[in-house]
């Protein structure tokens, strides 16, 4: 304030007017807005040109061509921030559409991205569980353990139609290539793209092989028969066995037609709600999957009823003799990968995922859920474990959990969350995260397992230290970068998901291809020996396939699968982040539109990749263009330190203080 008027009365401009000056063409200290010469500066005559009046004196003041660039180097990143704005704006449009879309299809109990068939509509019968049992397919059993009506059905009814119809390729070499004898079976059963027989007087429709409490024993399959090895044709074997299958799937005639479930051959489905749940009305995702109300346990937090719930549902797939590999899952959780990776990634590991070892790292830091009077003359301290309830057990592993007695009786007396008067403090004990691994740990099991327990990805690290409960995402958490960072790629072997994802579909072949020419013979009703003569070109095919198709990479132990806990409001985030075509999380699709070739492909990866820096420098560059005209950048360090050292220099002129 000092200054300034020190320097007009003297008739001098400052410093840093002056330098405010020069760096703008004149504009800072020049004139006001009317056109006056400011206090303090000389005016600057400039004789009017001949002719033409002066702006000033005709009030239209002109821009001077300093100006005018500025102007015309703004225009080109305004230009192309208002254009990624549109396009992602129209993007994010459409991404809501779809997701719409859906959840009103899922509503109607209709398709979702596949179109799949409307409620009632008949299906072919090859394409339920028909095919599957006749090749022995492996299955990888899905335990729903949920409340009532499953959050996301309309994600996970998308996520199993792009299973549809897939056979994994190994599996199918294995079983029809091994040996002769059950050629002819498994290729009426799976090249039958006819209506089922007339005899059975039913629709068609199946219920899978891994039903819930609604299955019913099938009788015994008919044996072989002189007439299937007589030269007598073929027809008459594939009708019969048809017509077994037919009504093995459909007792008495009254099945309801097939769902998106009965028409995919990999996951096997098992839902247990609360006892009071009504269950899920026709063309629902789970009708039909939910076990018996006999079985259900009502279940409640922190208490041995959430052991029995596991425990009935992996009773009820156990029956299932092609459920290999079992996994536990709620209704707030979401997979982070394909199915095409979830089977083959589960189907290769021989090792359960549950941690039931002693070897990790913070193994013990539980003992202070343990009691010694837990201890018995099986069961020690040392074998105490914890492990997410959130498991995958392999077939083995889960029949000593139904065998077992002993150890889950003294987990029932002594396993609860309660306040204890001997101890004079509450204790807690969560049965469900002890009782099963340290099961396997007191059968010296826990070798079997990966030592690690981490199918499930939770997030703890937002919540409080004490909180019993993982954070819940919220709607505006979800996106395709969230999906990408729950599968954890900095950890030992999972920073290759992006091949899985795109490797993993090569490992399967399409029922409809692979039995298409089995099917045309069938029609032409030819023999037996025509048949096996067309199986082995099928075997053939299926050697070809599998010489073909890239390496899986597979996924490491400490690389989840799938992820929890989503709020109510993540349904639409979700379909909006993981349905639509240009989605690079490649969990229900491929990640390619339809009609869109290699280099279209590229080129919309490397935009949308490139969208958010794009608009943040061009936003960056309307603000910097007409601040760089009033005030070029090359002049702020030296006003930055005319400034510093006037500072400096007053302080050093400052009087010392007497003392």
């Known amino acids: 304030m000092g200054l300034l008027p020190r320097f007009r009365r003297s008739g001098r401009s400052s410093p840093a007017l002056s330098i405010l000056s020069e760096a703008s063409g004149g504009l800072v200290g020049s004139r006001n807005s009317s056109g006056v010469p400011a206090e303090g500066v000389s005016p600057t005559t400039s004789p009017p040109t001949s002719g033409r009046p002066a702006a000033a004196a005709t009030g239209r003041p002109r821009l001077r061509p300093s100006?005018?660039?500025?102007?015309?180097?703004?225009?080109?990143?305004?230009?192309?921030?208002l254009g990624t704005v549109a396009s992602m704006s129209r993007r994010q449009s459409a991404h809501s559409e779809l997701a719409d879309a859906l959840l009103a299809a899922n509503a109607a109990g209709l398709g979702g991205l596949r179109g799949s068939r409307q409620l009632g509509e008949a299906a072919d019968p090859a394409e339920g569980a028909e095919c599957a049992e006749a090749l022995q397919i492996p299955q990888v059993a899905m335990l729903f353990l949920v409340k009532g009506?499953?959050?996301?059905?309309?994600?996970?009814?998308?996520?199993?139609?792009?299973a549809q119809g897939l056979l994994p390729a190994q599996a199918v070499s294995n079983s029809l290539c091994a040996s002769e004898d059950g050629m002819p079976a498994a290729l009426a059963a799976c090249s039958s793209l006819?209506?089922?027989?007339?005899?059975?007087?039913?629709?068609?429709?199946?219920?899978?092989?891994?039903?819930?409490?609604?299955r019913r024993q099938p009788a015994a399959p008919p044996g072989p028969s002189s007439s299937s090895r007589s030269s007598s044709s073929s027809s008459s074997t594939a009708s019969s066995l048809r017509r077994w299958l037919y009504e093995r799937w459909h007792p008495g005639g009254t099945s309801r037609a097939p769902g998106v479930l009965d028409r995919q051959h990999l996951f096997d489905v098992y839902v247990h709600p609360h006892p009071n749940f009504t269950g899920y009305p026709p063309g629902s995702l789970l009708h039909g999957r939910e076990l018996p109300d006999s079985q259900r346990v009502a279940t409640e937090w922190g208490t041995h009823t959430l052991v029995d719930a596991a425990?009935?549902?992996?009773?009820?797939?156990?029956?299932?003799?092609?459920?290999?590999?079992?996994?536990?899952l709620s209704e707030s959780d979401l997979p982070l990968y394909s199915p095409h990776v979830m089977y083959l990634q589960l189907m290769s590991e021989h090792r359960s995922r549950i941690n039931a070892c002693n070897t990790t790292r913070g193994w013990d830091l539980d003992y202070y859920r343990w009691v010694d009077r837990m201890e018995t003359s099986f069961l020690n301290k040392q074998l105490w474990r914890k492990s997410s309830q959130?498991?995958?057990?392999?077939?083995?592993?889960?029949?000593?959990?139904?065998?077992?007695?002993?150890?889950?009786?003294?987990?029932?007396?002594?396993?609860?969350?309660?306040?204890?008067?001997?101890?004079?403090?509450?204790?807690?004990?969560?049965?469900?995260?002890?009782?099963?691994?340290?099961?396997?740990a007191v059968?010296?099991?826990?070798?079997?397992?990966?030592?690690?327990?981490?199918?499930?990805?939770?997030?703890?690290?937002?919540?409080?230290?004490?909180?019993?409960?993982?954070?819940?995402?919220?709607?505006?958490?979800?996106?395709?970068?969230?999906?990408?960072?729950?599968?954890?790629?900095w950890r030992p072997g999972c920073g290759n998901a992006a091949g899985a994802l795109t490797t993993a579909p090569a490992a399967y072949i399409q029922q409809r291809e692979l039995f298409a020419a089995a099917a045309a013979a069938e029609a032409a009703a030819g023999s037996v020996p025509e048949l096996e003569q067309l199986g082995r070109g099928v075997c053939r095919q299926l050697l070809l396939h599998q010489q073909e198709q890239p390496k899986y990479p597979g996924i490491g132990p400490?690389?989840?699968?799938?992820?929890?806990?989503?709020?109510?409001?993540?349904?639409?985030?979700?379909?909006?982040?993981?349905?639509?075509?240009?989605?690079?999380?490649?969990?229900?699709?491929?990640?390619?539109?339809?009609?869109?070739?290699?280099r279209q492909r590229f080129w919309r990866l490397l935009w949308w990749r490139l969208a958010p820096w794009v608009l943040f420098c061009s936003c960056t560059l309307l603000v910097v263009l007409p601040v760089n005209a009033h005030l070029p950048l090359r002049t702020v360090p030296q006003l930055l330190t005319q400034a510093y050292r006037r500072r400096r220099d007053a302080r050093l002129a400052a009087p010392l203080l007497d003392v």
């Open 390 to 440: 959130w498991f995958v057990l392999n077939r083995k592993h889960v029949e000593l959990i139904l065998q077992d007695r002993k150890v889950e009786r003294v987990f029932q007396q002594h396993c609860h969350t309660t306040f204890e008067e001997d101890r004079g403090e509450e204790r807690v004990c969560y049965a469900d995260e002890h009782y099963f691994p340290t099961l396997l």
């Open 67 to 81: 100006m005018q660039r500025t102007l015309l180097l703004t225009l080109l990143p305004a230009l192309v921030a």
């Open 443 to 489: 059968h010296g099991l826990d070798h079997e397992t990966d030592c690690q327990g981490r199918f499930m990805d939770v997030d703890w690290s937002r919540v409080e230290s004490t909180s019993p409960h993982p954070w819940e995402y919220k709607p505006g958490e979800l996106s395709e970068r969230l999906i990408d960072g729950l599968r954890r790629p």
């Open 558 to 598: 400490e690389c989840p699968l799938m992820a929890r806990k989503f709020s109510d409001g993540t349904v639409k985030p979700a379909l909006m982040a993981l349905a639509p075509c240009d989605s690079t999380a490649l969990v229900l699709n491929d990640g390619r539109c339809p009609g869109e070739s290699d």
């Open 194 to 214: 006819a209506n089922p027989p007339s005899q059975a007087g039913a629709p068609p429709g199946a219920h899978s092989g891994g039903s819930g409490g609604n």
């Open 149 to 162: 009506p499953l959050r996301h059905e309309a994600m996970w009814r998308a996520w199993f139609e792009r």
């Open 311 to 328: 425990e009935a549902l992996l009773a009820a797939a156990l029956k299932n003799p092609r459920n290999q590999k079992f996994f536990m």
